[in-house]
């Protein structure tokens, strides 16, 4: 257990929706990353948010977006549904950027 | 970011001692290599860390040498739960982005 939750574990929606994922990160951690993985390949690193700012991005489109709060827990939203964006979503936090992160059991989304 | 190598597969047996190498030949001065064990459908978890010469703890062994260049994760006697997907990734201090790449898969055999 690393005391990252996710929710939900498994999801299912229609090309065209907009999902949430929500993230609960360990106490005391302040950094929380979001990672896209499709099967077979490593996590694709999607963003980070250090204190409640987003301070680095990957190569996704302007339809992912996060945010997260005072509590340090995090929210992934994804508009517009493709596909292609079926894969398990993974949050991991840290105690400071750097540092090893701690990964949640990831969110299965199926696009259908 | 400093990319990273490292063997696409590797086989073992149980019992026996697996050193997974990687490269990291752009690594810079405040970057820190970590590794991360991944099963089928689960989040990474994360293993150890280092800056460098050598690192232990309960579940493995890391070690880099002095041109940091490389780092050898060292599993000492295997078992079939070991089975799984091995990241090294080199992280900044400073930094946000953390790169995965494909990652070594290690089969233990009986």
């Known amino acids: 257990e690393t005391g990252v939750t996710q929710s939900p574990t498994h999801l299912i929606k229609t090309r065209g929706q907009q999902v949430t994922l929500r993230c609960s990160s360990q106490?005391?951690?302040?950094?929380v990353s979001w990672y896209q993985q499709a099967l077979g390949q490593g996590p694709q690193f999607i963003f980070q948010y250090y204190r409640e700012e987003e301070n680095g991005r990957g190569n996704f489109p302007p339809r992912f977006s996060g945010l997260q709060f005072p509590n340090y827990s995090s929210e992934l939203n994804v508009n517009a549904l493709e596909l292609d964006d079926s894969a398990l979503y993974l949050c991991?936090?840290?105690?400071?950027?750097?540092?090893?992160?701690?990964f949640g059991q990831g969110t299965r989304l199926t696009v259908v | 970011l400093a990319k990273t190598t490292q063997p696409i597969s590797m086989d073992s047996y149980e019992g026996q001692e697996v050193n997974i190498t990687c490269s990291h030949n752009n690594i810079a001065t405040n970057d820190y290599i970590t590794w991360y064990q991944q099963f089928p459908s689960q989040g990474p978890r994360f293993i150890i860390q280092?800056?460098?010469t050598k690192v232990t703890n309960e579940v493995a062994s890391l070690f880099i040498p002095a041109d940091r260049k490389s780092s050898t994760l060292s599993l000492p006697r295997v078992s079939l739960s070991d089975t799984a997907v091995y990241y090294c990734l080199v992280v900044s201090t400073g930094g946000f982005k953390t790169i995965f790449g494909a990652g070594t898969r290690l089969f233990v055999k009986a």
């Open positions: 280092g800056y460098k």
């Open positions: 991991a936090s840290s105690p400071g950027q750097g540092a090893g992160a701690f």
């Open positions: 106490s005391g951690h302040n950094t």
